[in-house]
């Protein structure tokens, strides 16, 4: 049996319609996934022994640390569709 979190965290994210690469506004190549499955989050959270060096209050926030020579870029990522007010 095959355990497979990352894809029950998305699916519920994802519309059921054929993929498109079309240029009108409302082509799915233009869709941000955002409702995506919380109790399959917490299960994938809770098996990754990692120290994660940032954290954000909005858990649709995805941060990125890349550290260089020349310093450290935190990039952060919204896919919850809207702005992040009051982001901690």
């Known amino acids: 049996m ?3 979190p990352g894809l029950s965290y998305f699916k ?3 519309p059921k319609r054929p993929v498109d690469r079309g240029s009108r506004d409302d082509a ?3 869709f941000v996934p955002s409702d995506f499955d919380a109790n399959a989050s917490r299960l994938i959270g809770s098996i990754a022994d990692v120290e994660r060096p940032v ?3 909005d858990p649709l926030v995805e941060t ?3 550290e260089t020579k020349q310093g450290t870029l935190i990039t952060l990522n919204n896919w919850s569709g809207k702005p ?3 982001l901690r």
């Open 28 to 30: 799915l190549c233009h």
């Open 12 to 14: 519920p994210a994802l």
């Open 55 to 57: 954290v954000c209050s």
């Open 84 to 86: 992040a007010r009051k």
């Open 64 to 66: 990125t640390v890349i």
């Open 2 to 4: 095959q355990l497979l």
